[in-house]
């Protein structure tokens, strides 16, 4: 079954990086079955809800505080609506939206907008004016609102508009990932090079410059700030002059890395079908995601009925009394209207700060409207928390699968191509067969995906774990962050899991890059995931000086990269709008931004 220590198919003696193994077996099989008896969990969660009868509108519409649906069936009316907008709880249903401003079960009548013919919120506009309706430069201040909300609408409208030509830029920039890819392959090393020197020469004037700024700042009566930027001058001098010993001492291992870099352009004018794989993840993804949000939904329509104290009754803990107030009129009380102090002598008191002290007088609350003592609180159980918990897990575990997954049949691919003999004396095409030793596969591409997916999905699906494990930690304890209060306790905790989530993810960012080197071995040698990361660990550290160059130059070939790809593919985008729809246009940031932000996310 491949246990995590076992070694298969190999022994001590064997050279184990001379050729791609061809017999395998499967791997890590103990994680591949969990992990579909996890993903099975929320398949037979769906099964039985589906079976069960579950009732989705308790989820799509409103339940009044009887805990009736607000539908046509329901007397009092099909719209949901909060009688007391600051409680979430309490619902109410209407037989159209106008009716809240008069039905005597609201706290205060305010106005509503009808929102997908189920439900009423507030009409929020004529909140505010209502409270500020005395204040001349309320008016100013909306109008330049609705100027800003204009605005970006027409920015938001100009990319509708340019759709396709943010969609021709996208995929003009595939070609010129393909175009660099081959500057590579024939100019590499005079890039690289060039790119480090620039480097340097960068690193020595803005250590320079950071010393020099920190004279005058001293001059203009600011010594700790000027200590600061000298301080920060000479850590970039530092940091400079290492780099330039690094780059003279390690320049062998460098070139060896630009080798590399070119071997791996070449590769790709050969396994172009490699490019289809992130495709079918990305299909798989999205199907495993409607999946998912629609198990999601079933799980939250599955309700327990707690009867709780309606606010303000005598069990009920908080007492929930809503005061007059500018615009707020309750029990007839309008603050806005000084003029009726005669024919109500409760208006002075009742609009002061003292409301809250004859609040029976007053003040009103749910208690009173509804005139009930309790009502009917749908919330979700202790199982289906417990399972919304694990959902999210299954999701990271799932995801992050798929991403290994994709990476093992990359990973397969060049491999076999790097070991597979050349076909010709200019070593520009490897040799292709079926049953020729020392060849590559004629389909290596499919040869790589049916390794990784008939031999090593548990391999995978432990090194997902891995990292699902750790982001979930890291997910829970945002959560927990969010939840700390104000005070010093709170900010000490905070701060605290603020330390512990910096941990974590450096950890994730380890055991990623050790999972990777491990699939990379797995794909050569076939081993579990112990096996394998283990031995592409003590293969790094024998070699350490080749690994941190070759780090270093593929970070000079990957931010030229995306640098040269997003300015070429920018540009051609703002010339055609400045040039073909320069009168259909506002502006071009936003189309801008959105192309910027598609390829920074692609690269």
């Not at 009887?66 to 909060?82: F, I, K, Q, W």
């Not at 009409?123 to 001349?136: H, K, N, S, T």
């Not at 931004?593 to 920074?600: E, K, T, Y």
Request: proline share 3%; glycine share 6%.
């Amino acid at each position: 079954m491949g246990g995590c220590f076992q070694e298969l198919n190999t022994n001590k003696d064997q050279k184990w990086l001379d050729s791609i193994v061809k017999k395998r077996y499967c791997t890590d099989v103990p994680f591949l079955v969990l992990l579909c008896a996890v993903l099975s969990v929320p398949v037979l969660f769906l099964y039985k809800s589906i079976a069960a009868g579950v009732n989705l509108d308790y989820l799509l519409k409103g339940v009044d505080y009887e805990g009736r649906l607000c539908d046509e069936d329901n007397p009092d009316g099909s719209y949901g609506v909060l009688p007391d907008i600051r409680n979430f709880q309490v619902m109410v249903c209407v037989h159209d939206c106008d009716q809240t401003l008069n039905d005597t079960r609201f706290l205060w009548n305010y106005k509503t907008r009808p929102l997908v013919k189920r439900f009423c919120i507030p009409d929020i506009q004529w909140i505010r004016e209502i409270g500020l309706v005395a204040d001349d430069m309320w008016d100013e201040y909306s109008q330049h609102g609705l100027d800003v909300a204009r605005a970006v609408q027409r920015l938001f409208a100009d990319v509708l508009n340019m759709k396709e030509v943010i969609i021709g830029c996208c995929c003009f920039s595939v070609v010129i990932s393909f175009a660099y890819g081959y500057f590579i392959g024939k100019m590499g090393r005079c890039l690289v090079w060039t790119a480090i020197v620039f480097s340097i020469i960068a690193g020595a004037l803005i250590s320079a410059g950071l010393i020099i700024t920190s004279d005058f700042v001293k001059g203009y009566g600011f010594p700790r700030l000027s200590t600061c930027v000298y301080a920060l001058g000479v850590i970039c001098a530092i940091f400079t002059t290492l780099m330039f010993f690094a780059c003279i001492f390690l320049r062998s291992q460098i070139n060896l890395a630009i080798e590399l870099l070119k071997q791996t352009s070449l590769a790709l004018t050969e396994l172009t079908s490699l490019f289809l794989i992130p495709m079918y993840t990305l299909i798989l993804a999205i199907v495993y995601l409607f999946f998912w949000f629609t198990t999601l939904i079933y799980m939250l329509a599955v309700w327990d009925e707690k009867i709780e104290p309606v606010p303000g009754s005598p069990d009920a803990a908080e007492e929930g009394w809503l005061c007059p107030g500018p615009g707020v009129v309750v029990n007839g009380i309008n603050c806005l209207r000084p003029q009726d102090l005669l024919y109500n002598p409760n208006l002075l008191e009742c609009c002061s700060s003292v409301a809250l002290d004859k609040p029976e007088k007053c003040c009103t609350s749910l208690y009173k409207t509804l005139k009930v003592v309790s009502y009917t609180n749908l919330h979700l159980n202790n199982v289906t928390r417990s399972m919304l918990l694990l959902h999210g897990f299954i999701l990271l575990w799932f995801i992050q699968f798929l991403i290994y997954w994709t990476y093992m049949i990359l990973c397969g691919a060049f491999s076999e191509w790097y070991f597979a003999a050349w076909k010709d004396t200019d070593h520009r095409k490897k040799l292709r067969s079926d049953t020729e030793s020392g060849a590559m596969s004629t389909k290596p591409v499919w040869s790589a995906f049916w390794r990784a997916t008939r031999y090593h999905m548990g391999t995978i699906a432990m090194g997902a774990l891995i990292i699902a494990i750790i982001q979930f930690i890291q997910y829970v304890l945002m959560y927990l962050e969010t939840q700390c209060s104000k005070d010093d306790a709170g900010a000490i905790t905070k701060v605290v899991l603020k330390c512990v989530i910096c941990c974590l993810r450096v950890l994730e960012c380890i055991f990623d890059r050790v999972s990777k080197n491990g699939f990379i071995v797995c794909s050569i040698t076939g081993l579990p995931f112990c096996i394998s990361s283990w031995r592409a660990i003590r293969l790094m550290c024998s070699n350490i000086m080749r690994t941190a160059a070759l780090t270093m130059v593929s970070k000079y070939i990957e931010i030229l990269g995306q640098i040269c790809i997003m300015s070429f593919s920018t540009a051609l985008c703002v010339f055609i709008l400045q040039h073909y729809y320069k009168a259909d246009t506002l502006s071009v940031l936003m189309p801008m931004a959105v192309i910027l932000d598609g390829l920074s996310s692609g690269n």
